[in-house]
C-alpha cells in the first residue's frame, strides 16, 4: 500500500526568503543527496551509444547492465537526451555518450568523453539533455548551453542570414499572384494569433516589430555561458524539443525558444532568443519539467500549473485548446490536492499527491497511465476516450508496492521508485526503455530486484539509473592488475589445467583461507573447481564482484566462497540467484541484505604482507612507508619513476627498490599510500592538515585523491579561505 508522505517532508506553506531559497537549491543539487559509492545502469536504444556501454550497438536491449566505463567515476546524475546521454560525477565533471550530431555531446567524436571548454574549470552541479540540445549548471549558479540552441536572426550577417522582408520580396517575384492586399491580410492574421488577441487589426499594427520577434537555434559544439541570464542563481533547468525553462533559487521562472504552442507561458505566440522571466503573480515555483511542447511546473504551495500545447489533454484541464499562460489543474474532479512531485512524457504528465496517490493524464494510446489487463480495451477500459485522461486521474497501483520515493516519464512510458529503491515501469516499451521484453503494465523490473536505485533519468528511448555499489567503488580500478601479469608471483589451481596466476599480497589480504593450501608459490585447492568459476573467484578478490561469472555457474561460485569463509562473495552469489528467480517466476520484488564489502580492511592488511618486488618509498624528514610496486604503478607518475628510464635517486638492494620523495613528509606520504591501496576517504580525512596533502597529490600525480581533497575543502570551507587557498596552490578548479 502506499503509505502517506509526512509533512514534516514538506516544509511549510510561508517560510522566509533566505530558507526558500536554500529550500529550492537543496531540492535540485544532486551532489548534496548521493554517497559515495554508485554504479550506472541502462537499458533501452543503443544504436548510437547512448547507453555509454562497449557492448554490440543494438536498438534494443531489454535488460539493465551496468556502465563499465564509469565505475570508477562515482556518477552523480545521468541525462538521457535523444540519441545521447550526459553523466556528471561528484567533482562536477560533465561526460557524454551516443550520437555526435547538431553539438548535443559539448565535445569531438574522437578522444575521451570528458565535455571540456570552460566546463572542464568549473564545478558543475546540475545537467539537462534535451531532443537535440544539452545544458549544464555550476555550482555558481551559472548556465551552460550547447547543441542546437537559439539565437536572434537579426545578430547574424547578411551573408549567412535572410532578413523575412527579403525573403517576402524574393516570393514576390516568384508569385505574381502574391498582391500587397493578400500579404497585408496574412500578416495581420498573424498578428493577431502569435498575440493570442482579439483586438482590431489597426491596435495589432501597433504591436512594435511584431513578425521580427523570430528565433532559430545553431549548432554550438563547446558549452557557452547564457548571458541573458547574468545575474539569475539557475538551480535547475529542463528542456522540451524546442524550448528551455529554467528555474531561479529565488523560485521564479525564465523561458526561452519556441512559442507555437504557448509552452514559454508568456501569454503570446512569439518565440524568443533569450530568457524572459515569466509572470506567476507573486507566485513562488519549486520545480518544473518539460513535455515537446508543454511545461508543467510546481509551485511552494504545492499547486501544479501547466501551459503550452494541449492536444492530447496533457495540460490536465479537460479537453481545452492550448494555454499560452499558467493554469491551475484540478485534482479528484476539483478537491484540493497537495502536489509534492511532478514529471512529464512526450505528451503524458504524473503528480504525486501528499497523501501518496499517484495521478497521471495526457495522451493515452499506449498504457502510459498504468491501466490494467483487467479494464479490457486496447491498453484500459479508457484508453479509447480521448476526454477521460484530458484531467488527472488516479492510477491504481499494485497493492504490494511500497510508497513512491520519485516519479519519471519520457516519450510514452513512466517509471517510479519506492521507497525501498525497487524500479517499477508500465508504457510503450520502445527499445525496451521498460527494463524488460513484454508486458505494457506496471510491474517491478526483475533485473534490479534487491539493488538500491538512488537516482534515475529517462529518455526517448533510453534510461540510465544510479545505483548504490554491493563493493567497492576503489576496488574496480585494480583489474588492470589482474590483466598485467608481470607481477605475478603466484598460482591459484584447482588441477593441473584449472590454473590462475595472481598476487601473492593480493590473495591473502583477501581470502587468509587459502594460507593453508600454498605449496611452493601455487594454492592447490583440494576440491574441484570449474576454471570459470575460478575466473570469477579471482575476479572478486581483485575488483569487488561478479559481473563476468556465467549465470548457471553462480551457485558453484558460492559454494567456493562459502568453503573459504569469503561472506560477502556468498551473499553476492545468493541477490544474482535471487533475481533469477524472481525473473522466472515473472514479477514480485525481494528484500535481501548484502554482507558489506570488506575490501578497505582487507587492503589495510595487504600493505603489511611483504614480497619480493616492494619498494620503499622515503620522505624528506626520512620517514619510510613499504609499498608493492604494482600498487604504485596504477599511477602515472610512479610508473614513470620506477619502471621507465626515469629512476635518478633509486636505489636498489635484493629486488627492494628505495626512493626518496622531495616536498613531502613521512606523515603525508603514509597518507598518500594508504590512499592507494584502499581509497578510504574517511582516513584521509582525518589528516590534520589537507592542503598539504592536497599539493603532495597531485605533485605526484594522485589526482583521485586531490580531487576528493578539493571537494571536501570546497564543501568545508567559505569563499575567502577558498580563493586564498587556490592561489596558494595554483588550482584552476578551486578558483573556479
Same mark, same amino acid.
Given at each position: 500500500?502506499?503509505?502517506?508522505?509526512?509533512?514534516?517532508?514538506?516544509?511549510?506553506?510561508?517560510?522566509?526568503?533566505?530558507?526558500?531559497k536554500k529550500e529550492i537549491k537543496n531540492t535540485h543539487l544532486i551532489y548534496k543527496i548521493q554517497t559515495n559509492s554508485m554504479s550506472v545502469?541502462?537499458?533501452?536504444?543503443?544504436?548510437?551509444?547512448?547507453?555509454?556501454?562497449?557492448?554490440?550497438?543494438?536498438?534494443?536491449?531489454?535488460?539493465?547492465?551496468?556502465?563499465?566505463?564509469?565505475?570508477?567515476?562515482?556518477?552523480?546524475?545521468?541525462?538521457?537526451?535523444?540519441?545521447?546521454?550526459?553523466?556528471?560525477?561528484?567533482?562536477?565533471?560533465?561526460?557524454?555518450?551516443?550520437?555526435?550530431?547538431?553539438?548535443?555531446?559539448?565535445?569531438?567524436?574522437?578522444?575521451?568523453?570528458? *565535455?571540456?571548454?570552460?566546463?572542464?574549470?568549473?564545478?558543475?552541479?546540475?545537467?539537462?539533455?534535451?531532443?537535440?540540445?544539452?545544458?549544464?549548471? +555550476?555550482?555558481?549558479?551559472?548556465?551552460?548551453?550547447?547543441?542546437?540552441? &537559439?539565437?536572434?536572426?537579426?545578430?547574424?550577417?547578411?551573408?549567412?542570414?535572410?532578413?523575412?522582408?527579403?525573403?517576402?520580396?524574393?516570393?514576390?517575384?516568384?508569385?505574381?499572384?502574391?498582391?500587397?492586399?493578400?500579404?497585408?491580410? *496574412? @500578416?495581420?492574421?498573424?498578428?493577431?494569433?502569435?498575440?493570442?488577441?482579439?483586438?482590431?487589426?489597426? @491596435?495589432?499594427?501597433?504591436?512594435?516589430?511584431?513578425?521580427?520577434?523570430?528565433?532559430?537555434?545553431?549548432?554550438?559544439?563547446?558549452?557557452?555561458?547564457?548571458?541573458?541570464?547574468?545575474?539569475?542563481?539557475?538551480?535547475?533547468?529542463?528542456?522540451?524539443?524546442?524550448?528551455?525553462?529554467?528555474?531561479?533559487?529565488?523560485?521564479?521562472?525564465?523561458?526561452?525558444?519556441?512559442?507555437?504552442?504557448?509552452? %514559454?507561458?508568456?501569454? &503570446?505566440?512569439?518565440?524568443?532568443?533569450?530568457?524572459?522571466?515569466?509572470?506567476?503573480?507573486?507566485?513562488?515555483?519549486?520545480?518544473?519539467?518539460?513535455?515537446?511542447?508543454?511545461?508543467?511546473?510546481?509551485?511552494?504551495?504545492?499547486?501544479?500549473?501547466?501551459?503550452?500545447?494541449?492536444?492530447?489533454?496533457?495540460?490536465?484541464?479537460?479537453?481545452?485548446?492550448?494555454?499560452?499562460?499558467?493554469?491551475?489543474? =484540478?485534482?479528484?474532479?476539483?478537491?484540493?490536492?497537495?502536489?509534492?512531485?511532478?514529471?512529464?512524457?512526450?505528451?503524458?504528465?504524473?503528480?504525486?499527491?501528499?497523501?501518496?496517490?499517484?495521478?497521471?493524464?495526457?495522451?493515452?494510446?499506449?498504457?502510459?497511465?498504468?491501466?490494467?489487463?483487467?479494464?479490457?480495451?486496447?491498453?484500459?477500459?479508457?484508453?479509447?476516450?480521448?476526454?477521460?485522461?484530458?484531467?488527472?486521474?488516479? /492510477?491504481?497501483?499494485?497493492?504490494? !508496492?511500497?510508497?513512491?520515493?520519485?516519479?519519471?516519464?519520457?516519450?510514452?512510458?513512466?517509471?517510479?521508485?519506492?521507497?525501498?529503491?525497487?524500479?517499477?515501469?508500465?508504457?510503450?516499451?520502445?527499445?525496451? /526503455?521498460?527494463?524488460?521484453?513484454?508486458?505494457?503494465? !506496471?510491474?517491478?523490473?526483475?533485473?534490479?530486484?534487491?539493488?538500491?536505485?538512488?537516482?534515475?533519468?529517462?529518455?526517448?528511448?533510453? /534510461? !540510465?539509473?544510479?545505483?548504490?555499489?554491493?563493493?567497492?567503488?576503489?576496488?574496480?580500478?585494480?583489474?588492470?592488475?589482474?590483466?598485467?601479469?608481470? &607481477?605475478?608471483? !603466484?598460482?591459484?589451481?584447482?588441477?593441473?589445467?584449472? +590454473? /590462475?596466476?595472481?598476487?601473492?599480497?593480493?590473495?591473502?589480504?583477501?581470502?587468509?583461507?587459502?594460507? #593453508?593450501? @600454498?605449496?611452493?608459490?601455487?594454492?592447490?585447492?583440494?576440491?574441484?573447481?570449474?576454471?570459470?568459476?575460478?575466473?570469477?573467484?579471482?575476479?572478486?578478490?581483485?575488483?569487488?564482484?561478479?559481473?563476468?561469472? #556465467?549465470?548457471?555457474?553462480?551457485?558453484?561460485?558460492?559454494?567456493?566462497?562459502?568453503?573459504?569463509?569469503?561472506?560477502?562473495?556468498?551473499?553476492?552469489?545468493?541477490?544474482?540467484?535471487?533475481?533469477?528467480? *524472481?525473473?522466472?517466476?515473472?514479477?514480485?520484488?525481494?528484500?535481501?541484505?548484502?554482507?558489506?564489502?570488506?575490501?578497505?580492511? =582487507?587492503?589495510?592488511?595487504?600493505?603489511?604482507?611483504?614480497?619480493?618486488?616492494?619498494?620503499?618509498?622515503?620522505?624528506?624528514?626520512?620517514?619510510?612507508?613499504?609499498? &608493492?610496486?604494482?600498487?604504485?604503478?596504477?599511477?602515472?607518475?610512479?610508473?614513470?619513476?620506477?619502471?621507465?628510464?626515469?629512476?635518478?635517486?633509486?636505489?636498489?638492494?635484493?629486488?627492494?627498490?628505495?626512493?626518496?620523495?622531495?616536498?613531502?613528509?613521512?606523515?603525508?606520504?603514509?597518507?598518500?599510500?594508504?590512499?592507494?591501496?584502499?581509497?578510504?576517504?574517511?582516513?584521509?580525512? +582525518?589528516?590534520?592538515?589537507?592542503?598539504?596533502?592536497?599539493?603532495?597529490?597531485?605533485?605526484?600525480?594522485?589526482?583521485?585523491?586531490?580531487?576528493?581533497?578539493?571537494?571536501?575543502?570546497?564543501?568545508?570551507?567559505?569563499?575567502?579561505?577558498?580563493?586564498? %587557498?587556490?592561489?596558494?596552490?595554483?588550482?584552476?578548479?578551486?578558483?573556479?
Amino acid at each position: 500500500m502506499i503509505e502517506e508522505v509526512p509533512r514534516d517532508f514538506l516544509g511549510k506553506y510561508f517560510i522566509s526568503e533566505e530558507k526558500l531559497k536554500k529550500e529550492i537549491k537543496n531540492t535540485h543539487l544532486i551532489y548534496k543527496i548521493q554517497t559515495n559509492s554508485m554504479s550506472v545502469y541502462s537499458w533501452g536504444c543503443n544504436a548510437h551509444g547512448e547507453l555509454g556501454t562497449d557492448s554490440e550497438r543494438s536498438k534494443a536491449r531489454y535488460d539493465p547492465l551496468v556502465v563499465a566505463p564509469f565505475d570508477t567515476k562515482n556518477i552523480i546524475q545521468v541525462a538521457c537526451g535523444l540519441h545521447f546521454s550526459l553523466l556528471l560525477d561528484e567533482f562536477g565533471v560533465v561526460y557524454s555518450v551516443g550520437e555526435c550530431k547538431q553539438g548535443r555531446l559539448g565535445r569531438d567524436s574522437n578522444g575521451d568523453t570528458v *565535455v571540456r571548454g570552460p566546463l572542464l574549470s568549473r564545478r558543475v552541479a546540475y545537467i539537462a539533455a534535451g531532443y537535440l540540445s544539452s545544458a549544464a549548471i +555550476t555550482d555558481d549558479g551559472c548556465l551552460f548551453e550547447w547543441g542546437l540552441v &537559439h539565437f536572434d536572426p537579426a545578430e547574424e550577417t547578411a551573408s549567412t542570414s535572410r532578413s523575412i522582408e527579403t525573403m517576402q520580396q524574393a516570393s514576390n517575384q516568384n508569385n505574381n499572384f502574391y498582391t500587397e492586399r493578400l500579404k497585408k491580410l *496574412v @500578416e495581420d492574421s498573424e498578428k493577431i494569433y502569435l498575440s493570442e488577441s482579439n483586438v482590431s487589426l489597426s @491596435e495589432a499594427d501597433r504591436i512594435e516589430g511584431v513578425l521580427n520577434m523570430r528565433t532559430r537555434r545553431k549548432e554550438i559544439k563547446s558549452p557557452t555561458f547564457c548571458e541573458s541570464l547574468e545575474g539569475v542563481h539557475v538551480v535547475k533547468v529542463c528542456l522540451g524539443e524546442g524550448h528551455t525553462v529554467v528555474l531561479s533559487d529565488s523560485g521564479t521562472l525564465y523561458s526561452k525558444g519556441y512559442n507555437d504552442r504557448g509552452q %514559454l507561458g508568456s501569454g &503570446h505566440r512569439f518565440s524568443r532568443s533569450t530568457f524572459e522571466k515569466i509572470d506567476f503573480n507573486e507566485t513562488r515555483i519549486k520545480d518544473v519539467v518539460c513535455g515537446t511542447s508543454h511545461t508543467l511546473v510546481l509551485t511552494t504551495t504545492f499547486k501544479c500549473l501547466a501551459f503550452g500545447q494541449n492536444a492530447f489533454g496533457q495540460l490536465g484541464i479537460g479537453p481545452r485548446k492550448e494555454k499560452s499562460t499558467p493554469t491551475q489543474l =484540478d485534482f479528484e474532479e476539483g478537491n484540493e490536492e497537495d502536489i509534492v512531485l511532478i514529471a512529464s512524457g512526450d505528451y503524458h504528465c504524473l503528480a504525486l499527491s501528499v497523501s501518496g496517490r499517484l495521478f497521471s493524464w495526457g495522451h493515452s494510446e499506449y498504457g502510459q497511465h498504468a491501466a490494467t489487463e483487467h479494464r479490457g480495451g486496447d491498453l484500459g477500459g479508457y484508453a479509447h476516450l480521448l476526454r477521460y485522461y484530458t484531467s488527472p486521474r488516479l /492510477v491504481t497501483t499494485p497493492s504490494d !508496492m511500497p510508497s513512491i520515493k520519485s516519479i519519471h516519464a519520457a516519450g510514452n512510458y513512466s517509471l517510479v521508485v519506492d521507497k525501498s529503491g525497487t524500479v517499477w515501469s508500465w508504457g510503450w516499451n520502445a527499445g525496451g /526503455v521498460l527494463g524488460r521484453r513484454q508486458d505494457p503494465y !506496471m510491474q517491478p523490473i526483475d533485473a534490479l530486484a534487491g539493488m538500491t536505485v538512488k537516482h534515475l533519468s529517462a529518455g526517448p528511448m533510453q /534510461v !540510465m539509473a544510479i545505483i548504490k555499489q554491493l563493493g567497492s567503488m576503489f576496488a574496480h580500478g585494480f583489474a588492470s592488475l589482474l590483466l598485467d601479469s608481470a &607481477h605475478h608471483d !603466484m598460482e591459484i589451481a584447482a588441477s593441473k589445467l584449472t +590454473t /590462475v596466476s595472481v598476487h601473492k599480497f593480493m590473495c591473502y589480504a583477501r581470502c587468509p583461507e587459502l594460507k #593453508p593450501f @600454498e605449496n611452493e608459490n601455487q594454492i592447490l585447492l583440494p576440491f574441484p573447481v570449474e576454471q570459470l568459476v575460478l575466473n570469477a573467484f579471482v575476479e572478486y578478490l581483485y575488483c569487488d564482484h561478479i559481473r563476468k561469472c #556465467p549465470p548457471h555457474r553462480v551457485v558453484d561460485l558460492q559454494e567456493l566462497a562459502d568453503k573459504l569463509k569469503c561472506d560477502h562473495l556468498s551473499s553476492l552469489c545468493q541477490l544474482v540467484r535471487l533475481q533469477r528467480r *524472481v525473473r522466472i517466476q515473472k514479477g514480485g520484488s525481494i528484500a535481501f541484505h548484502v554482507v558489506p564489502s570488506t575490501f578497505s580492511s =582487507d587492503m589495510k592488511a595487504a600493505r603489511l604482507l611483504c614480497c619480493d618486488n616492494d619498494v620503499i618509498l622515503v620522505g624528506e624528514d626520512d620517514q619510510s612507508v613499504r609499498a &608493492h610496486i604494482d600498487i604504485l604503478t596504477r599511477y602515472e607518475f610512479f610508473r614513470g619513476l620506477l619502471l621507465g628510464s626515469f629512476r635518478e635517486g633509486i636505489t636498489s638492494s635484493n629486488n627492494i627498490r628505495s626512493c626518496k620523495l622531495k616536498g613531502v613528509k613521512g606523515a603525508e606520504l603514509q597518507s598518500m599510500v594508504d590512499w592507494m591501496y584502499r581509497g578510504d576517504r574517511t582516513a584521509v580525512m +582525518t589528516w590534520e592538515n589537507i592542503p598539504d596533502l592536497l599539493s603532495s597529490a597531485y605533485c605526484y600525480g594522485l589526482d583521485d585523491l586531490g580531487l576528493v581533497l578539493e571537494k571536501h575543502l570546497t564543501d568545508t570551507l567559505d569563499a575567502e579561505d577558498i580563493a586564498t %587557498l587556490a592561489n596558494q596552490l595554483q588550482s584552476q578548479r578551486l578558483k573556479a
